[in-house]
């Protein structure tokens, strides 16, 4: 190679490395909000059709609480398939860059929930219906799994320092976005006449995903590569095998990150997609009731998951999830309370303020607190993995738990001590793990 190609070598690393300018990073962080935006739009529409619709057109043939059962499942085998999609991504993302993994994990989401939204019912196709639905959940956890470590580290590895809880709060931001936009479309089409919305209108959220995973996609296609990771690439310190080199070197941090996770997931499934079934099928209210309190709870989420980031910043990421495990103690009771009650005005603002007590002061530092916890060479690796498996047990469970906890306890007290339990498993994690406000990444 001659001097010219050398030099030309050291300017293009050189490049790599540089800091993104404020143009850039405001593109980063667009772009990283979209791809969380879409996921959470997918598994959204997915829970909601799983409490409202799969029981009734992929599992018809069997008792209805076993229908809902079964529906439940399938929304958990895509939750169990994401901690595999984790340390996939997590692990090429740790050799090969953040930016081709979220290319990547945003086409496998957008196939997935595409493809459910044309899937043939039972009706048409028999047990084939209800096989090819659990396939492509599985590829959508897949693709889901990989996405959020990348979007994170993409944000809070070019972020100013003392910055890094607010910006990585737009990360999370997406899920609000998600939330509020798919509960927007099927709270419209769950206007339908039943017969019609069972037949076609469910269908439609899943196929409108196609345009989201498109902008996603052209966006995402403007940004380069983490600086952070250029760097690292540059000086030789990636390693061979960043999943296995996460327990060797954070073991402590990976199971902290599975514990810190388990009150914050398992609350969000039970207000977004149990309380949906258990208002609609146990209180016989309408659909609306819940999904307009979760659209609430959305929209102000907007507001809070910043101001939560912000204030990490501030005050620190530990003392926010400690703050929200113990108002999840507190709150556990008072949700079925306020929710058994029966009147609409009363369940919506329910849900709408446990989601914003209970949840955003945790959810909104964690794209900045859990990466934190490891090095730059596992840090893909280590933050997803450890997150999407909390997101398996504790999420993908927590519907299917509470659901038989209702049916053979007769009442809501059992779920009430399974959010106590998870929000002390989240205490004491909070408790134990260190802080990392400010620390150099």
């Not at 999609?85 to 930016?99: S, T």
């Not at 006449?193 to 469910?202: A, D, M, S």
Request: proline share 5%; aromatic share 12%.
């Amino acid at each position: 190679m001659n001097d010219t190609s050398l030099a030309s070598s050291d300017a293009s690393v050189a490049d790599a490395q540089k800091e993104f300018s404020p143009s850039e990073f405001k593109t980063v962080v667009t772009a990283s909000s979209i791809g969380t935006m879409v996921e959470w739009y997918d598994f959204t529409i997915y829970g909601t059709a799983s409490a409202l619709v799969f029981n009734k057109i992929f599992f018809p043939a069997i008792d209805p609480f076993l229908g809902t059962i079964a529906a439940f499942g399938s929304a958990a085998v895509g939750l169990f398939a994401r901690p595999f999609g984790g340390a996939i991504f997590g692990h090429f993302g740790d050799k090969l860059g953040r930016k081709n993994m979220l290319m990547a994990t945003m086409m496998i989401m957008g196939i997935g929930t595409f493809c459910i939204g044309l899937l043939p019912d039972y009706n048409t196709i028999g047990i084939w219906a209800p096989i090819l639905l659990v396939i492509l959940r599985i590829l959508q956890g897949i693709g889901i799994g990989g996405e959020w470590g990348g979007a994170a580290l993409m944000v809070i590895e070019s972020a100013p320092q003392k910055k890094r809880g607010f910006f990585g709060s737009f990360v999370q931001f997406g899920y609000p976005l998600g939330l509020l936009l798919s509960t927007i479309i099927f709270s419209l089409v769950s206007l339908l006449p039943e017969e019609q919305f069972l037949k076609w209108g469910w269908r439609i959220p899943f196929i409108l995903s196609i345009a989201l995973v498109s902008l996603g996609m052209f966006i995402r296609s403007k940004v380069r590569e983490s600086p952070v990771f250029a760097k690292a690439k540059a000086q030789k310190k990636l390693v061979k095998q960043p999943v296995i080199e996460v327990f060797k070197q954070h073991p402590k941090e990976f199971f902290s990150a599975i514990g810190l996770k388990a009150s914050e997931v398992s609350w969000i499934y039970v207000l977004t997609i149990f309380i949906v079934a258990y208002v609609s099928n146990t209180l016989n209210l309408p659909k609306s009731v819940a999904l307009n309190g979760v659209l609430l709870g959305a929209c102000l989420e907007l507001f809070t998951l910043p101001f939560f980031g912000w204030l990490s910043d501030k005050i620190g990421r530990r003392i926010l999830y400690i703050t929200g495990a113990v108002a999840s103690i507190i709150c556990a009771y008072p949700l079925f309370i306020l929710v058994g009650s029966g009147d609409s005005l009363t369940i919506m603002l329910a849900i709408a303020l446990f989601m914003n007590i209970c949840h955003a002061p945790m959810y909104g530092p964690q794209a900045a607190y859990f990466p934190e916890l490891f090095g730059t060479s596992v840090r893909m690796s280590g933050a997803s993995f450890g997150v999407q498996v909390a997101a398996a047990v504790f999420g993908g469970l927590s519907p299917i738990i509470c659901a038989v906890l209702l049916k053979v306890l007769d009442g809501s007290n059992g779920i009430s001590v399974y959010l106590i339990s998870l929000a002390v498993v989240t205490l004491i994690s909070a408790i134990l793990t260190r802080e990392t406000k400010g620390e150099n990444l």
